[in-house]
C-alpha cells in the first residue's frame, strides 16, 4: 500500500494563478481532509470529508475549493493563489472519526 | 465552538527528565481526542487517542495522557524523556463529524 500520496512535493506560484494539489489514497478510507501547516499556528483544516460526494468547510476555507468524485481522491484548488497561501499543505485519511489520521507527505507551496 | 489550546509553544527538559505537554480543548459533546508527533523534516504520527472507557491511556513510544473532563485537558507525559524525543507536539480534537482540529503545537527541546 502507498498510503497516502500527494503531488506534487514542491510548487512556486505567481500571484492570481491557480493550481490543484492532488491527494490518492489506497486504504478504502472515507474520510479526507487538508490541512496547512504555517510556523506557530499547527495544522489548520481547509476542507474534509466524509466520503465520496460530500465536503465541508473547515477553519480556513477561503480561497480553497474541493470536490470528492472518488473514494481514492480528494483534490485541493487554489483559485487566485496570493502570497498568503505560501504554506505546506497535507491531506490525511482515516477510516472513521476515532481512527487515526494517516498524513502524506506534505506539498511546500510558494506564492510569490 | 470546536477548539485546542497548548499553552506552552516552546519547551526545554533534560534528558531522563519527566514530561508533561498540556493541551486544553472546547468541544461541545463527547470529544474525541489525540495527540500526535512530528519529527523534524518528517510527517505526523499518531501518539495516542481518547474517545471513550479508562480516562488514562497508554500510546507508543511510553507517552501517556489523561481525559479530564472537568478541566477541559487532555496532557500528555512521559516518565523519562530522550534525546530522540525532540519534535513537535500536537494535541488534536474532534467528534462524530470527522473534522479535526489541531492546536499550535508544542515545541519540545531535550537537553543532554
Known amino acids: 500500500n502507498a498510503g497516502v500520496t500527494q503531488t506534487p512535493k514542491f510548487q512556486v506560484l505567481k500571484t492570481g494563478q491557480s493550481m490543484t494539489l492532488q491527494c490518492a489514497q489506497d486504504?478504502?478510507?472515507?474520510?479526507m481532509s487538508w490541512y496547512r501547516q504555517d510556523p506557530g499556528m499547527g495544522l489548520r483544516l481547509i476542507h474534509y470529508?466524509?466520503?465520496?460526494?460530500?465536503?465541508d468547510q473547515g477553519e480556513v476555507p477561503n480561497g480553497y475549493n474541493v470536490s470528492r468524485s472518488t473514494t481514492e481522491d480528494f483534490p485541493l484548488r487554489l483559485l487566485s493563489a496570493a502570497p498568503s497561501q505560501t504554506s505546506v499543505y497535507f491531506c490525511?485519511?482515516?477510516?472513521?472519526?476515532?481512527?487515526?489520521?494517516?498524513f502524506g507527505p506534505g506539498t511546500r507551496l510558494t506564492v510569490l | 465552538a470546536q477548539s485546542v489550546t497548548q499553552p506552552d509553544i516552546h519547551i526545554t527538559v533534560s534528558e531522563g527528565a519527566s514530561l508533561e505537554l498540556r493541551c486544553n480543548y472546547s468541544?461541545?459533546?463527547?470529544?474525541?481526542l489525540f495527540w500526535y508527533v512530528q519529527s523534524p523534516g518528517q510527517g505526523l504520527q499518531l501518539l495516542l487517542k481518547y474517545f471513550s472507557g479508562d480516562t488514562l491511556v497508554q500510546g507508543i513510544k511510553g507517552f501517556e495522557a489523561e481525559f479530564k473532563r472537568s478541566q477541559s485537558s487532555f496532557n500528555l507525559r512521559k516518565p523519562s524523556v530522550h534525546w530522540s524525543d525532540a519534535a513537535e507536539y500536537f494535541c488534536a480534537v474532534g467528534g462524530y463529524t470527522g473534522k479535526l482540529i489541531f492546536g499550535q503545537g508544542t515545541t519540545l527541546q531535550v537537553k543532554p
Open positions: 470529508s466524509v466520503g465520496a460526494g460530500i465536503t
Open positions: 486504504m478504502n478510507h472515507e474520510y
Open positions: 490525511a485519511s482515516s477510516g472513521g472519526p476515532r481512527n487515526e489520521q494517516f
Open positions: 468541544y461541545g459533546a463527547t470529544p474525541y
